[in-house]
């Protein structure tokens, strides 16, 4: 096969060329080619069967024991100028970047078969989505990305209808650590990634493509790519919020897009409904609304943790149609990781498992399935024109200080909750776990260029006859003195949600604080829950000392970012702390006297 598309046909002639492939496979798409690769996988290796009765369909990938994570310390930005890229991004210049993957491409594909995947992020058929290619040297990624994108004919007929595609060349390379780059190139609409078949790194339309090149494209066209969820929430009227939700990798933005109500919600007839669990691409319409699309095809979720208990949706979602990656197996060869029931014989590495070697399954494994397979799977998340969304919320994994949920002055305190946001780091990318980092609308290891560039198109949005969601911040993590998690979470984040809804209509008067708006007393529906009130009291307290230590770090972090931050930013911050300090409870002294 070849393509009509005289930029597409040169540029797979010229990494032929480089990489030396002794063949090219142009991917179509279709059932009877994943089929070819599934056996072909099976037979080096690649995928191992799972069982076929309790998971039909299933299989298992291992990746190599040094390449389970994103390596943010390995990826570049690299645009002409060193600032564009930010002091957010890892920068080399463009030159010298192609020249050192370049030489890591010379002869890689030697015997192996070079395949070209062409993909559509976003619905085929929707003015929001944008179109790639993908040459790759891995069967995996091929499979992998027929699930997380519109992979294959149809995406070439748009592609070479539009004359336009980001290219992204990917070889899994010896998987050395030591010669492992990935390297984005906004200025050309390219990515290069050499030497991890893992993930982020390796599916080159999630987090490169639909991320970081987006992020770049979206602020040049007037749009947005965000690290976010988006879930429609319907009340039993039949009326449907949609809400956007930044979290960081592994903090459960998948549990919350399938979210399951409590009980009690159930039967009063509230339901749930899932567009997207990890990437959402946003733009205005012409009703002044932000409309939203989830330019990925399906999930790539984590593994651990994901049960009955927190997640039976995702749980039915990966029972049949699913690659797994680096999660344990148990005796009759079922999938297994930490949260579920069983026990399991073999680890993550092939290993009789054994507790002295760690966990069975690792803690950043994954599942790969097609998001029409979730049972809360959206009727709307196809939808060409997107769906308009009612509320945005950042989040993050927070030990301390911050309430367990506050909503923002208007848009410009907003993009300061954003971008002030912060979380313990997971598993998901390489490096400690647990430290706290300020992670921007969870964009810190994918905005594609300049924070202080990037809040300044935040910023931008609010302009006459825009009709912004409103913009909220949760804290799930909120732990006790013991170290224990003080809000349940998972379905009972539904009465936050509610809580905002409320906002949204107009029907929760809510608390004025300097923060935000805090819910007011007895606004937070509890129901049946049994949180005793001093917790509620903790949940929703704003400890003004520690909140007054809290600004002045944003203040420091914002001026971190140097002159591109947005003064309008700086002034927000300065109007948050001068408000805590109005509020500033008398000294005790003052009292007495
Ligand atoms: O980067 S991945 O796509 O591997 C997963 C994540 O970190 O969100
Ligand atoms: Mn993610």
């Not at 009759?332 to 029931?341: I, R, Y």
Request: hydrophobic fraction near 40%; proline fraction near 7%.
């Amino acid at each position: 096969m070849s393509s009509k598309l005289e930029a597409l046909q040169r540029w797979v002639d010229e990494v032929a060329k480089l990489t030396r492939p002794a063949q090219i496979h142009w991917c179509d798409g279709s059932d009877a080619e994943y089929q070819q690769l599934v056996q072909h996988m099976l037979k080096t290796g690649d995928l191992i069967e799972l069982n076929q009765q309790t998971h039909p369909g299933c299989y298992l990938h291992r990746s190599s024991p040094s390449d389970v994570a994103r390596v943010e310390h390995l990826t570049f930005v690299c645009t002409k100028d060193e600032e564009d890229a930010g002091p957010n991004n890892h920068w080399m210049a463009p030159t010298e970047a192609h020249a050192k993957m370049d030489a890591l491409f010379e002869g890689c594909m030697e015997g192996r078969t070079m395949y070209v995947i062409p993909y559509c992020m976003g619905p085929i058929d929707s003015p929001l989505a944008r179109c790639g290619v993908e040459i790759t040297d891995s069967p995996y990624v091929v499979a992998n990305m027929r699930t997380m994108t519109r992979m294959g004919a149809a995406a070439l007929a748009r592609i070479e209808r539009e004359g336009s595609f980001v290219k992204g060349l990917h070889s899994t390379g010896e998987l050395d650590p030591e010669r492992r780059f990935i390297m984005h190139f906004p200025e050309e609409l390219t990515i290069k990634s050499y030497g991890s078949g893992y993930g982020g790194n390796a599916l080159l339309g999630k987090k490169c493509h639909a991320l970081r090149i987006a992020s770049y494209q979206a602020k040049s066209e007037g749009w947005l790519a965000e690290h976010m969820l988006i879930v429609g929430i319907e009340n039993p009227k039949g009326e449907t919020h949609y809400v956007a939700a930044a979290f960081p990798s592994a903090c459960g933005k998948t549990n919350l897009a399938m979210l399951i109500p409590p009980e009690g919600y159930r039967q009063d007839g509230w339901k749930v409904w899932t567009v997207g669990d990890d990437i959402c691409w946003m733009r205005p319409g012409a009703d002044g609304r932000l409309y939203a699309i989830n330019p990925e095809a399906g999930y790539f979720g984590v593994a651990p943790g994901t049960s009955d208990n927190t997640n039976p949706n995702a749980l039915s979602t990966i029972a049949r149609d699913t690659i797994y990656t680096n999660v344990a197996i148990t005796a009759d060869n079922q999938p297994w990781w930490e949260g579920l029931p069983g026990k399991p014989v073999t680890d993550w590495q092939g290993r009789p498992y054994d507790p002295a070697n760690g966990p069975a399954a690792h803690p950043n494994s994954r599942f790969t399935v097609s998001a029409k397979q979730c049972p809360t799977w959206s009727p709307h998340a196809e939808d060409a024109q997107g769906v308009p969304l009612s509320a945005i919320v950042f989040g993050g994994r927070r030990p301390s200080l911050i309430p367990l949920v506050f909503e923002a002055k208007d848009w410009a305190h907003g993009v300061l909750i954003g971008a002030a946001m912060g979380s313990e780091t997971t598993a998901a990318a390489t490096g400690a776990v647990g430290v706290l980092r300020r992670d921007s609308m969870a964009m810190k290891p994918f905005a594609g260029y300049h924070y202080g560039d990037y809040f300044r198109h935040w910023l931008s949005f609010d302009k006459p006859g825009a009709k912004l969601p409103k913009i909220f911040h949760v804290n799930w993590f909120r732990k006790g003195e013991d170290g224990s998690f003080l809000w349940p979470g998972y379905g009972d984040n539904l009465r936050v949600l509610e809580w905002m809804i409320d906002r949204v209509e107009g029907r929760a008067p809510g608390k004025q604080t300097p923060i935000g708006t805090l819910p007011a007393h007895g606004e937070l529906k509890l129901g049946d829950l049994s949180l005793d009130s001093a917790t509620v009291d903790t949940l929703l307290d704003v400890d003004h000392a520690g909140w007054t230590a809290e600004l002045a770090a944003i203040g420091e972090y914002l001026h971190s970012f140097g002159a591109r931050m947005p003064q309008q930013l700086h002034a927000e911050q300065q109007r948050v702390a001068k408000a805590l300090d109005e509020a500033a409870p008398a000294p005790r002294s003052a009292v007495a006297s």
